[in-house]
T-cell receptor, first 113, second 113 residues
Framework: GENVEQHPSTLSVQEGDSAVIKCTYSDSASNYFPWYKQELGKRPQLIIDIRSNVGEKKDQRIAVTLNKTAKHFSLHITETQPEDSAVYFCAASVAGTASKLTFGTGTRLQVTL | DAGVIQSPRHEVTEMGQEVTLRCKPISGHNSLFWYRQTMMRGLELLIYFNNNVPIDDSGMPEDRFSAKMPNASFSTLKIQPSEPRDSAVYFC???????????FGEGSRLTVL
């Protein structure tokens, strides 16, 4: 089955700096890679996703890159703000609702003033 | 749509008692997932259903755990008998068949004394 590894487990950046979180996956059939943000005491929520037919996707301060050859994908947050502080999870899946998402172990991002 | 609805939001019970968690997925979503989240083990997939049929229950910890989905709008996760190590937040999620996005409920926080 799919195995997703995520690094780092914790990340502290100063407000305004960039943050990068990296994930690797094992199943070459995976073609859907979402990122979820979980604030303290809340549910995980989708912030951005990428499919294997593109190499990069951007949404305001958030971008995700995908390297299918190397089987890794990354989340980039620019101009970080205190409200970006949360736990971020990457996941991988084969497209289609009959498949499950395999999550990484999460990265706790702390944005300091 | 009100999103994925879980109940109860909080439950405190004593060791040995039966616990039943409930979930109503988003209408039209045909896949439903049960996750458990703890600090030590992160986000673990327990079981998931597709069209009300259990597809993968390999994450269910042991025979004390059981899950059912009698129809497309309702699922239960039962723990009998409960143990202190079952204390966790249990999330239910349903998946959009078109986009593949996973929508989480607000979770049920279980404390077993």
């Amino acid at each position: 089955g799919e195995n997703v590894e995520q690094h780092p487990s914790t990340l502290s950046v100063q407000e305004g700096d960039s943050a990068v979180i990296k994930c690797t996956y094992s199943d070459s059939a995976s073609n859907y890679f979402p990122w979820y943000k979980q604030e303290l005491g809340k549910r995980p929520q989708l912030i951005i996703d990428i499919r294997s037919n593109v190499g990069e996707k951007k949404d305001q301060r958030i971008a995700v890159t995908l390297n299918k050859t190397a089987k890794h994908f990354s989340l980039h947050i620019t101009e970080t703000q205190p409200e970006d502080s949360a736990v971020y999870f990457c996941a991988a899946s084969v497209a289609g609702t009959a498949s499950k998402l395999t999550f990484g172990t999460g990265t706790r991002l702390q944005v300091t003033l | 749509d009100a999103g994925v609805i879980q109940s109860p939001r909080h439950e405190v019970t004593e060791m040995g008692q039966e616990v039943t968690l409930r979930c109503k997925p988003i209408s039209g979503h045909n896949s439903l997932f049960w996750y458990r989240q703890t600090m030590m083990r992160g986000l673990e997939l327990l079981i998931y259903f597709n069209n009300n049929v259990p597809i993968d229950d390999s994450g269910m910890p042991e025979d004390r755990f059981s899950a059912k989905m009698p129809n497309a709008s309702f699922s239960t996760l039962k723990i009998q008998p409960s143990e202190p190590r079952d204390s966790a937040v249990y999330f239910c999620a349903s998946r959009d068949r078109n986009t593949g996005e996973l929508f989480f409920g607000e979770g049920s926080r279980l404390t077993v004394l």
